[in-house]
T-cell receptor, first 112, second 111 residues
Framework: SQTIHQWPATLVQPVGSPLSLECTVEGTSNPNLYWYRQAAGRGLQLLFYSIGIDQISSEVPQNLSASRPQDRQFILSSKKLLLSDSGFYLC???????????FGQGTRLTVV | KQEVTQIPAALSVPEGENLVLNCSFTDSAIYNLQWFRQDPGKGLTSLLLIQSSQREQTSGRLNASLDKSSGRSTLYIAASQPGDSATYLCAVMTGGFKTIFGAGTRLFVKA
């Protein structure tokens, strides 16, 4: 069966420090992968999505970047975190263009 | 630009009540619509997926309908239970495999 792993679960980082969040998918190949951010009490904002290795689309210009070095690995990064980067980050995958989306358990990032 | 709106933002009901959550979207050119449940501090769990060609989907006490032409979907929860308390999110998939979410409805079912 397909599973999605996202880590770490929580992270507290100082302003100006780098960030690396990792997401991996098991049990499928060539999935579409997504990074979302959820601010407190708000909906999910699509940050990046990828339909293949090294194919990344950015939805919102910001302090973050994403990479997909392997088919089932999606990484969210920042060189220097801002306070406004705090939030709940969720990785998701779906197979093809008309199937369910499945989510990881999320990473709670607090920038202090 | 596709926008998804969910009403109400929050809802509190007594146990056993039937309830309806609403979702609307501005662009009817969607591939599918999906309803999710999110428990506090957790990821999302998929509840129901409705393809653009379908009118409704059912799973247990949940029934979701889709009226693509009017840009609306409803999630009907029958005989609500305290365990149903969570935030319910709807999302539409648009061109380019992008899934756009509403802000959610926070549901509290009182025992």
């Amino acid at each position: 069966s397909q599973t999605i792993h996202q880590w770490p679960a929580t992270l507290v980082q100082p302003v100006g420090s780098p960030l690396s969040l990792e997401c991996t998918v098991e049990g499928t190949s060539n999935p579409n992968l997504y990074w979302y951010r959820q601010a407190a009490g708000r909906g999910l904002q699509l940050l990046f999505y990828s339909i293949g290795i090294d194919q990344i689309s950015s939805e919102v210009p910001q302090n973050l970047s994403a990479s997909r070095p392997q088919d089932r690995q999606f990484i969210l990064s920042s060189k220097k975190l801002l306070l406004s980067d705090s939030g709940f980050y969720l990785c998701a995958w779906m197979f093809g263009g008309n199937t369910e989306a499945f989510f990881g358990q999320g990473t709670r990032l607090t920038v202090v | 630009k596709q926008e998804v709106t969910q009403i109400p933002a929050a809802l509190s009901v007594p146990e056993g009540e039937n309830l309806v959550l609403n979702c609307s979207f501005t662009d009817s050119a969607i591939y599918n619509l999906q309803w999710f449940r999110q428990d506090p501090g957790k990821g999302l769990t998929s509840l129901l997926l409705i393809q653009s060609s379908q009118r409704e989907q059912t799973s247990g006490r949940l029934n979701a309908s889709l009226d693509k032409s009017s840009g609306r979907s409803t999630l009907y929860i029958a005989a609500s239970q305290p365990g149903d308390s969570a935030t319910y999110l709807c999302a539409v998939m648009t061109g380019g495999f992008k899934t756009i979410f509403g802000a959610g409805t926070r549901l509290f079912v009182k025992a």
